[in-house]
């Protein structure tokens, strides 16, 4: 079966978090939208919340899937959700990653993120727009 890795766009007033790759090398200064691979028997939107506890320490809502299908290497397909913290006082924090920042949606194409995560930003900017 397909790997799949989610990656989650956390909304809070008309912005959207970033993280910042620590590793591997290559990746290393690039920004993207947290979470991880999908464990067997976990649904995606599980996957989403427990990335998002293990990297950022917040508790997620997990909102809709948007944008396309990106392939990654090693056959490996990224799917982007939306979500809302579970306490919007809650700040989400780089427990494995150089650093994290709330980015509102006319500065989301100035940041310097991964090649994959670039396919999501034409939707993605529409959303965090209306937020
Ligand atoms: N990846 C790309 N963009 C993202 C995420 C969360 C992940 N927004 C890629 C990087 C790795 C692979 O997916 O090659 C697995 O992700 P992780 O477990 O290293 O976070
Ligand atoms: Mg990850």
């Given at each position: 079966?397909?790997?799949?890795?989610?990656?989650?766009?956390?909304?809070?007033?008309?912005?959207?978090?970033?993280?910042?790759?620590?590793?591997?090398?290559?990746?290393?200064?690039?920004?993207?939208?947290?979470?991880?691979r999908?464990?067997?028997?976990?649904?995606?939107?599980?996957?989403?919340?427990?990335?998002?506890?293990?990297?950022?320490?917040?508790?997620?809502?997990?909102?809709?899937?948007?944008?396309?299908?990106?392939?990654?290497?090693?056959?490996?397909v990224?799917?982007?959700?939306?979500?809302?913290?579970?306490?919007?006082?809650?700040?989400?924090?780089?427990?494995?990653?150089?650093?994290?920042?709330?980015?509102?949606?006319?500065?989301?194409?100035d940041v310097?993120w991964?090649d994959?995560?670039?396919a999501?930003?034409?939707d993605?900017?529409?959303?965090?727009?209306?937020?």
């Amino acid at each position: 079966m397909t790997q799949v890795v989610v990656a989650t766009a956390i909304m809070r007033n008309g912005q959207v978090l970033a993280q910042q790759r620590a590793f591997p090398s290559a990746d290393a200064g690039r920004w993207e939208f947290p979470g991880g691979r999908v464990e067997p028997g976990e649904s995606e939107e599980a996957a989403v919340v427990r990335e998002c506890r293990e990297e950022l320490g917040v508790d997620v809502k997990t909102g809709q899937r948007i944008g396309p299908e990106v392939p990654l290497r090693n056959g490996m397909v990224l799917r982007l959700y939306t979500a809302t913290l579970v306490d919007e006082n809650a700040e989400p924090v780089a427990v494995e990653h150089s650093a994290v920042k709330w980015v509102g949606a006319g500065e989301i194409d100035d940041v310097p993120w991964l090649d994959a995560d670039l396919a999501f930003l034409p939707d993605l900017t529409e959303i965090v727009r209306k937020d």
